[in-house]
């Protein structure tokens, strides 16, 4: 969600993302490529094969053979589709390291769900003013939904990423460390 007041957006103070912070983000990308590897290489090879009929069917017995290559060509486009899809949100993520960091000492409110809610949606989390006026709002997900609660607190801030830091701890958004193409963060999770 998008910051609610461009006028008040000016006077947020913010920071840079840190070369380690980006770090981050870059190596949870790569791991998201390690896993696109497939699509892209089913992409290639079945263009490959999409170019080869065509090329085959030119210059040699049948000539209609041409015939086949829309199916290998469809096949190569769905397998293009799946790797845009597996990609697109880790590379938005990473752009988005090229924006700054806000930081407000205002207060973090929580709530339960509502009638505009995504099934299974807990709530929402947002970052106000000391006005109490919304800043930044985001939809969170879990097993239990969000208790109606308000903090005081100094809260670090992304637009896309959500909250990074309350009162300088960490809420887990933004990982301190991330092994090299994210392999083994899973099991880190579980424990």
Known sequence: MKLRTVKRRLHLASRPWTDRERL?????????????????????????LTYG????????????????????GMVAAGFAVYFICVMVAPFIAYMQTYKPIYLLDGYVRYRGPDDDSDLGSSGYVAVLFEDREVCCEWECYGMKNLPSVTLPAMAEFSEFGGIHKIDGKSTGVLPDEVPVLAIGIANKNRR
């Open 53 to 72: 009929v065509i090329w085959r069917a030119r210059i040699a017995k049948p000539h209609d053979l041409w015939i086949l290559s829309p199916i290998f």
């Open 24 to 48: 981050v983000v870059w190596r949870g990308m790569t791991g998201r490529f390690a896993i696109a590897i497939e699509p892209l290489l089913g992409t290639i090879f079945f263009a490959a």
